[in-house]
């Protein structure tokens, strides 16, 4: 089964702080997401990317940005951290045949006091 | 826009009863449907797929058919067990929005117990 590997698990910041959370899928697939979960909304996409230096914005875009910088590693970036964005977030990865099945990380845990 | 709907946000009963977690999307494409499991504190999982209207398909003793004149994925088993406790997510992707990924439901807990 696909490997995808996140990091930090946990990640505790305050608001107006800089958190970057990361993501690697050592299968070669092609595309990539970022998901955030939240009781009542489900998965929502935030980013993802199709290739090393793609990126392509999701349904809840505001106050994140990311970053593909090769096939293997996808970053969430969060510059200005507010509570709203206190969430569980989940990347996940899929190849190009895969009939549209993804493989999810651990996730991260992020809470922004 | 691609929508999926899961009624029931909690469904508890007892160990060994069946169960039946409801799924219908809309969309103006051709659909594939996916059923993933997230257990507590874990990644979610694929379940089992389909794009193939009135077919049942079955993984790990959950089964599903799609029927694309309802618009219907619904996820059933014949007797729960305590494991299948976990959130359960429908999802749909379709030609239109390959590159995109999967559109998910709220998801449904389901409570087993003994």
């Known amino acids: 089964e696909a490997a995808v590997t996140q990091s930090p698990r946990n990640k505790v910041t305050v608001t107006g702080g800089n958190v970057t959370l990361s993501c690697r899928q050592t299968n070669s697939h092609n595309y990539m997401y970022w998901y955030r979960q939240d009781t009542g909304h489900g998965l929502r996409l935030i980013h993802y990317?199709?290739?090393?230096?793609?990126?392509q914005i999701g349904d809840v875009p505001d106050g994140y940005k990311a970053t593909r910088t090769t096939q293997e590693d996808f970053f969430l970036l969060l510059e200005l951290a507010s509570p709203s964005q206190t969430s569980l977030y989940f990347c996940?990865?899929?190849?190009?045949?895969?009939?549209?099945?993804?493989?999810f990380g651990a996730g991260t845990r992020l809470s922004v006091l | 826009g691609d929508s999926v709907t899961q009624t029931e946000g909690l469904v508890t009963l007892t160990k060994g009863l069946p169960v039946m977690l409801n799924c219908t999307y809309q969309?103006?494409?051709?659909?594939?449907l996916f059923w993933y499991v997230q257990h507590l504190n874990e990644a979610p999982k694929l379940l089992l797929k389909s794009s193939t209207d009135n077919k049942r398909t079955e993984h790990q003793g959950f089964y599903a058919t799609l029927h694309k004149s309802s618009s219907s994925f619904h996820l059933q088993k014949s007797s729960v067990q305590l494991s299948d406790s976990a959130l359960y997510f429908c999802a749909l992707s379709d030609r239109n929005n390959y590159a995109q990924g999967l559109t998910f439901g709220l998801g449904t807990r389901v409570s087993v117990f003994p």
């Open positions: 990317s199709y290739g090393a230096g793609n990126l």
């Open positions: 996940a990865s899929k190849d190009r045949g895969s009939q549209n099945t993804l493989y």
């Open positions: 969309t103006t494409y051709s659909p594939f």
